[in-house]
């Protein structure tokens, strides 16, 4: 079998990711994919996972995370979507730092440890054939992309013997094929209106997916800064599995030093944290996956304050808020709803000086597509609107009613896009590229090529 024919494959499978519409209750079936796993032998079982949920900050949390514990002598796995370019992406090796290791760069070296062709090639053809046998009998119908992908990666880990798995959710939680892992820990990172044709219209309900990946007593849960009605969904699931929880400015907390701050954590408190992505809603991460860093206390885990301190300054997480040119500069992030943009927004006006500000923009249907645009409007003095070459994309003209038509204009692609704004663009000014990370994916590609 050849990495083009194991591609073809993969992608024979239904990808959620690309399709606009789609009933979530009667598409993601955890017990399909839970009886499918018995059928390989659970290889989720021999892992000791950290599992991430939220509606932001979830990639950024888990790259805190991986860094802490890959200082801290781990080697540890990590399993994130969606990708940016090459699904390969999704699933990483960290090993252990060695002394001369250099700080990665805003580059194709972002994706250290991703899992190589052959390793990829290896795993398809060892589970081709149980898939395959599966999905003639299957009553709850055929696996998905994600979950092929995702039983890929829980094999990948086992095989490797790794020490600890870093999970992302893919949608939601409770239903999500990462859900059928047992965690040491979980972590639920801000919950804020997302994808509610699926998950639901309010933020309790939104919330109580997010929760579904509290599921045991033995857990420890730790939460970002939550708004009042999903963390009392958090707290009420925890009481009813009966599981400790511990929660941003209760028991997490960022202290601010003259210029400084200074990361309260669990068990002590953390100076000389300077974390290389930018915004305030960084330091927020970096101090939650420091808090579930410092729960696997319960589990006999003890990792060294030097250690946090060096995954936090280490950490990088390709397209959040990153800079990939200077004169002009070139800044890429994912922000994909309000709660995102609001962060991006004062990110930006925090840590860059320019004349304008150019925002290519392109979102998904199922976004809060009025939201976005509104938040961005005031931060741009020249607005290309756009489309990623995906099903999912809006149409650039439901944007076009948010945003002024003397600076506004449309793109019939990325690359169109991209060209347009170089072309405006002054060595003072900054191109900012927002609001779907398949829209990031595919201006990084063309950056960094």
Known sequence: MKYQEVVRYLESFVNYEKVSRWPYKQSLKLERFKAFLTTIDNPQNELRCIHVAGSKGKGSTCAFITYILR???FKVGLYTSPHLCDFRERIRILLPR???YLLVSNSNQAFEGMI???????????????IEKFNRSSPWGRLSFFEVYTALAFLYFKDKKVD????????GGRLDATNAANALVSVITPISYEHTQKLGLTLKAI???KAGIIKSSRQ???SSRQKKEALQ??????RAVGTRLYEYGRDLQLLKNGSQFKFKGIFGVYQGLRPRLLGQHQRENALVALGAVECLRNFGIFVPAEAIRRGVNMAFWPGRCEVVGRKPWIVLDGAQNVASCLALKKAIKDNFKYRRLLLILGISQDKDIEGVCRVLNGLADKVILTQADNPRAAETVDLLRFFPRQKTIIAQNSSLAFRLAQESACRSDLILVTGSLFLVGEIRSKVLS
């Open 71 to 73: 200082e801290a002598g």
């Open 98 to 100: 060695k002394k001369n």
């Open 116 to 130: 190589q062709k052959f390793e990829l090639i290896r795993l398809v053809k060892r589970l081709k054939p149980e």
């Open 164 to 171: 600890f798995v870093v999970l992302e959710t893919g949608l």
């Open 207 to 209: 919330a109580y997916e």
């Open 220 to 222: 420890i849960v730790v």
């Open 233 to 238: 969904v958090i707290r009420k699931r925890c």
